[in-house]
């Protein structure tokens, strides 16, 4: 294992065995802090936290003159990722099996302090932002309110992607996210349940009549939360639940939106029951076009280090997609990180590499 990977291996371990799940990145941004002072970065956090309960804002590090770009990566990981002990074995960085690997996202996290180590040994650091979210696993949240007026870059580096090192996420869906509360009306379940409603049938019926899954070959539907009732000899008056609706064609959100809230509506009045029904856009989706200079610039960078460039769409969303909202043109990058948000995530540290040498070839232009 070469010096600079044995490097990013060992560095990789340090921040994923810091506990950063969600909302409770302090520990974990505090250490990324002053490894962006030690690179010789002007660095902040901004009160991102405590617009939504976390305990942390977002890093962002400022170095060079000129016009920048972002590097940006998240802190947070999904549950369970406390007390994660990573095994390396043959290259290979896996959970141990009890918690995520945290692979998704701190592979960015590290490539990028990588990097940028790199080009500080040789060269001033160009201009660059360098911005660690916290919070992106649930519903984008530190990008959501990150104070956008903080930074000067309209072109952003998003090192989150799944695939391996040179794919290029160029579009993402708009997701609308829907929730139900249906009414019945209670009754004994053994005494007299024709004088109750019960909305748990009610909406067995309803969610019967809504797509499911792959509805075409550019957008998903899904229902993944549902609750209610409170004994079994009890007719259910109260149930809630939620879903969304996800795709790369905005119109066809807003079509199949209509079409839940007419269906939910229908099946459970027909059925005795009413519904209230909202939908809310968590995030809207982006295009960027291949000949776009975002674009053209990592296709540079990854022609120097000599690796190729796969254009891909995701069907997830990222803080890709809440820059292109605020008007930074962004792009997903993969990082080589395999079964994320499952206790099998891994990496091949050879990725990691990578993934640092790409942050470094973007900086040297």
């Not at 579009?171 to 349940?193: D, I, K, M």
């Not at 069907?315 to 990058?333: E, P, Q, W």
Request: hydrophobic share 40%.
């Amino acid at each position: 294992m070469r010096r600079l990977e044995r490097a990013l291996v060992n560095e990789f371990i340090e921040l994923v065995s810091i506990d950063s799940e969600s909302g409770c990145e302090a520990e974990l941004a505090a250490l990324v802090m002053n490894k962006l002072r030690d690179i010789g970065l002007d660095v902040e956090m901004d009160d991102a936290g405590s617009k939504f309960g976390g305990n942390a804002g977002n890093v962002i590090g400022r170095a060079g003159e000129g016009d920048p770009i972002i590097l940006c990566a998240h802190l947070d990981r999904v549950k369970p990722g406390k007390g994660i002990k990573p095994v390396v074995e043959n290259g290979i960085i896996r959970s141990s099996g009890d918690t995520v690997l945290a692979a998704d996202d701190i592979s960015g996290v590290v490539a990028i302090l990588a990097g940028l180590r790199e080009v500080k040994k040789r060269r001033p650091l160009p201009a660059v932002e360098v911005v660690f979210t916290v919070s992106e696993e649930t519903h984008l949240q530190g990008s959501r309110h990150l104070d956008y007026t903080r930074l000067r870059s309209k072109m952003a580096y998003i090192f989150d992607g799944t695939g391996p090192v040179g794919t290029i996420v160029t579009s993402s869906p708009t997701q609308v996210g829907f929730e139900a509360h249906v009414a019945g009306r209670a009754a004994h379940a053994a005494v007299n349940p024709e004088d109750g409603v019960s909305a748990i049938r009610a909406v067995a019926f309803a969610i019967s009549k809504l797509p499911f899954g792959w509805v075409d070959d550019h957008t998903t539907t899904n229902v993944g939360v549902l609750n209610g009732g409170a004994a079994t000899n009890i007719v259910c008056d109260s149930v809630r639940f939620k879903g969304e609706i996800r795709s790369l064609v905005e119109s066809r959100v807003s079509e199949l939106a209509n079409e839940f809230v007419s269906i939910i509506t229908s099946e459970t009045e027909a059925h005795g029951a009413k519904a209230e029904v909202l939908t809310k856009v968590e995030y809207n989706g982006y295009t960027i076009n291949v000949n776009a200079p975002v674009v053209q610039r990592i296709v540079e960078a990854l022609a120097r280090i000599g690796i190729p460039a796969t254009f891909e769409s995701t069907m997830g969303g990222s803080d890709g997609n809440i820059f292109n909202a605020n008007g930074i043109s962004s792009i997903v990058l993969g990082t080589g990180c395999q079964l994320v948000h499952s206790t099998r995530e891994f990496i091949p540290a050879s990725e990691l590499l990578a993934s640092a040498k790409l942050v470094e070839s973007l900086l040297v232009v």
